[in-house]
């Protein structure tokens, strides 16, 4: 009979932790697990190798083996037991929100189970390495605020959950990457108004603007209301309301080609053209969004400007709306499926977008 010269172990995935041994010839082995101090038996095989299942994730577990060898009168010889090895289970990934408001941006993230603490990473403006901005040594603390920041810039984030066992650091995968631009970020944490039931309108197409004021009637109130009844659940987000208000709107509404179309919603309000004759073109659109934008508290005007290339003259007429949140202005972009092109804008400021013009310059 042999002796086991070494015992090695490693998590390798959240709730399993694989062992392995060299081979000492032995009839079987006997793998042991310490509990509550003591090292206890969890299971026999005859292989040199065994995967220990049903494990907690970011847990510390420690086994030691020993090898039995049975003679032909069924006598059991064991080696001794092996050197202590231990193996961490992966941790859980955390999932990461981001808040943005003026000049400080809040992270909040779900709590590791086990973890020791968490490493705040950033990356400033879409590029460029990534800094460790935030080191938290409690595995409790769930939130950050970040105030080391600029409104006009975007600030990439991502967090890793660690801990410590025998002064060697174990992390978990990091998180996604949230972006204080992101729509969800900036729509869920804007600081809203009571409802508003009214904006401007902004005339852009000439070297000074022009306003005029949009007021939503009793009857654009109640198609709004009946709308976020049919579609809204309590459990969406500002966020979850206002894209599923946009992708409806960019899913399910016509696009008028021809002077019939025009004469269908004559006289109308951008409400009841989109949300119950469901026709327009790109003022109706954007108007019906920001209807909704004002119903629900943010701060908006619809911009009356133009698209394309100021430069080489090559642009045309366009709405779209303008959200005014946390001091900055986003585009809000309710493209026509199929027929005026398929994009759309959630909040994204001007420098990230292309083709807008106003007051004869692009943005």
């Not at 015992?7 to 399993?16: E, F, K, V, W």
């Not at 003679?71 to 999932?95: C, W």
């Not at 869920?188 to 939503?216: H, P």
């Not at 920001?290 to 701060?299: F, L, N, P, R, T």
Request: with cysteine.
């Amino acid at each position: 009979m042999g002796t086991i010269t070494k015992l090695y172990a490693r998590g390798i995935d959240t709730t399993t932790a694989k062992l392995s041994w060299t081979d000492a010839g032995c009839d079987e082995y006997i793998i042991y697990r310490l509990r509550n101090g003591k090292y206890v038996q969890i299971a026999t095989t005859k292989n040199t190798y065994y995967y220990d299942k049903s494990l907690v994730s970011f847990g510390a577990f420690y086994y030691k083996v020993k090898g039995v060898v049975y003679t032909k009168d069924g006598t059991a010889h064991t080696t001794k037991l092996t050197n202590t090895a231990y193996a961490i289970t992966k941790g859980v990934t955390p999932t990461l929100k981001l808040a943005t408001k003026r000049n400080a941006n809040t992270l909040t993230w779900s709590k590791v189970p086990r973890a020791g603490g968490y490493k705040i990473y950033r990356q400033d403006n879409w590029s460029g390495e990534w800094k460790l901005v935030k080191k938290i040594t409690n595995g409790t603390t769930v939130t950050f605020t970040d105030r080391t920041v600029s409104n006009d810039r975007n600030y990439g984030y991502k967090v890793v959950a660690y801990r410590i066992i025998k002064n060697k650091a174990y992390y978990t995968p990091y998180s996604e990457v949230r972006n204080s631009t992101e729509y969800v970020s900036v729509l869920n944490a804007a600081e809203l108004k009571n409802r508003i039931y009214e904006f401007k309108i902004e005339n852009v197409q000439s070297n000074k603007s022009t306003f005029t004021t949009c007021t939503l009637s009793q009857k654009d109130r109640e198609i709004l209301s009946k709308f976020a009844r049919e579609h809204f659940t309590s459990d969406m987000t500002r966020y979850d309301k206002l894209y599923t208000t946009l992708n409806w709107i960019n899913k399910n509404v016509d696009y008028i080609q021809d002077q019939s179309g025009w004469n269908k919603i004559a006289g109308m309000s951008y409400v009841e053209a989109i949300f119950v004759q469901k026709t327009g073109q790109c003022a109706q659109y954007n108007g019906a969004m920001a209807s909704m934008m004002s119903y629900m508290g943010y701060d908006v005007t619809l911009i009356h400007g133009w698209r394309g290339n100021w430069s080489n003259g090559n642009y045309w007429q366009h709405f779209w709306v303008e959200a005014h949140i946390g001091g900055i202005d986003y585009v809000v972009e309710t493209g026509n499926y199929g027929s005026s092109g398929n994009w759309m804008y959630m909040p994204t400021p001007y420098k990230y977008t292309s083709g807008y013009i106003k007051n004869c310059k692009n943005l």
